[in-house]
């Protein structure tokens, strides 16, 4: 008996964690967010990169001083070292360690992303990135997640072009929340 009522206990108990996970997420800043704009060379984007601006999200809530460090593991995927700083740019730090791999074998622009088990859940679209390397914009098909990411503390100058451009790409840049950096 128990048998026979399992598979509906399981579909439900699917569709209410889709529910409560599209509930958690948050609104879409842009409705019909673009593909990546170009290949990403995994080489040349890994290594330390500061957060200029984002979408506020419950797993960022009251961090400033945000570094994301990428480099690439012996088994292939990526290592994904989160930290930011609680209450303000010099205040108590937190890590998080992830990993991802590779989602898209062509452009290598999009990753799936894990920092909680063997599950890779969270999409990672590299959307557009400098020839240099030295920004980029982040993003995932739903439009609910948006980074501006700079190589060094971002410049008021960069956190308006980059915001520009994202405006650009069709995000709400009103709800970006920017990311403050302890002075150099």
């Known amino acids: 008996m128990l048998l026979r009522r399992a598979p509906g206990f399981v579909a439900a108990l699917l569709l209410t964690t889709v529910a409560v996970a599209a509930c958690v997420a948050g609104p879409s800043g842009n409705h019909s967010p673009p593909q990546p704009a170009k290949a990403v060379d ?3 984007y890994a290594g330390l ?3 200029a601006a984002r979408y506020d999200m419950r797993f960022e809530k009251g961090c400033d001083g945000v570094t994301a ?13 989160n930290t930011c700083h609680q209450g303000g ?6 890590v998080s360690e992830g990993r991802a ?31 240099d390397y030295s920004w980029s914009i982040v993003g995932e098909g739903s ?4 980074w501006l990411l700079t190589r060094k503390p971002p410049t008021p100058d960069q956190l308006k072009a980059l915001t520009d451009r994202a405006r650009a790409m069709g995000y709400d840049t009103a709800m970006l929340r920017v990311t403050k950096h302890a002075a150099r």
């Open 101 to 131: 791999k590779v989602a898209d074998a062509v452009t290598k622009a999009k990753l799936k992303v894990s920092f909680f088990g063997p599950f890779f859940v969270g999409d990672y679209w590299v959307l557009d990135h400098a020839d």
């Open 49 to 51: 990169w500061y957060e």
């Open 89 to 94: 740019p010099t205040g108590p730090v937190k």
């Open 143 to 146: 439009g609910r997640y948006l």
């Open 69 to 81: 460090d990428y480099s690439k593991r012996p088994d292939g995927l990526i290592r994904v070292v």
């Open 42 to 44: 995994l080489d040349r």
